[in-house]
């Protein structure tokens, strides 16, 4: 028996350069504010949930924590005593974020933040027409020690799955229909990789290109269509050096028992299942070589 994560809930992150990085969220990337406490915290909606991203101000930016959303219905004490059974150590708190009243808190094999919950508050703002204003808060991809050791306690713990592999270093994890809502790549540095934003389809990502451009808010990498997932993506830096994905058509396995992801017709496999990347012409679609930031070998 696990805890069963559903979803991507929602994502912390410190910030140096809070106005602009706010400003960033909220005009360009068009997320709505769904709290300001006015006292370094802001909250950010996407969506039904109260916030789908929050920036707290402080001396160092990045990763600050990440919030799953688990099945079943009521108190959290049936999920705390399945992961103490599992050796993990948590504990449930009360109140810790705005829209949550109740939620765990653990941390990963790398010590990373994260909050466990069934229920968050409704946004009262989901969307806003300015911006690019993406639909949901994609996918999550972090930089660990051993991502063969986060891929076990994503699975054994949380009840995720692998989608891809890239080599044995970067892996692909879905909790629900999704190919992947949290990635993990081994490496030296600790922190985000990147965050992803879905966008409703090819021409919001196009849109997203000119706003980028006009906002002077250089493309890092983009755009292009990735193998693995074989979404349509852009990257760029936000004020804090926060890498950012808009993306789009990202695969999608309806039918969990069947193994394989939906079939497009621009899957190099038929049927397109979970597998391991190597490095070359495949690992991308189309599109141009990555960045040295993207590199992994």
Known sequence: ????????????????????????????????????????????????????????????????????????????????????????????????????????????????????????????????????????????????????????????????RWSDWILDVFVFMRCNVDHHAMNFLTAQKRGMFHVAWELDDVSRLIHACDLLARRKARILWGPGRHGPGHNIYVYHYDPDGNVIEFFTELDRMSQEELGYFDPRPYHRDNPQRPKVWQLGPDADIWGTPPPPEFRLA
Do not use: W
């Open 1 to 160: 028996m696990v805890v069963k994560v559903v979803k991507l809930g929602f994502l912390g992150l410190n910030t140096v350069n809070g106005d602009e990085t706010a400003r960033h969220f909220n005009e360009t990337v068009g997320l709505p504010v769904a709290e300001d406490t006015k006292s370094g915290e802001i909250y950010f909606a996407c969506g039904n949930d109260h916030h789908a991203l929050s920036l707290h101000r402080g001396d160092r930016a990045g990763f600050r924590h990440v919030g799953l959303q688990i099945a079943g219905e009521g108190a959290l004490n049936d999920a705390l005593k399945t992961l103490q059974g599992d050796g993990i150590k948590g504990a449930i708190k009360s109140d810790v974020l705005p829209g949550l009243k109740s939620t765990i808190e653990i941390s990963d094999p790398d010590g990373y933040p994260i909050y466990l919950y069934r229920e968050m508050s409704s946004s009262t703002r989901p969307y806003q027409p300015v911006g690019v204003a993406p639909q949901k808060l994609g996918h999550l991809a972090m930089y660990v020690a051993d991502a063969k050791k986060s891929e076990k306690f994503y699975t054994d713990i949380l009840g995720f």
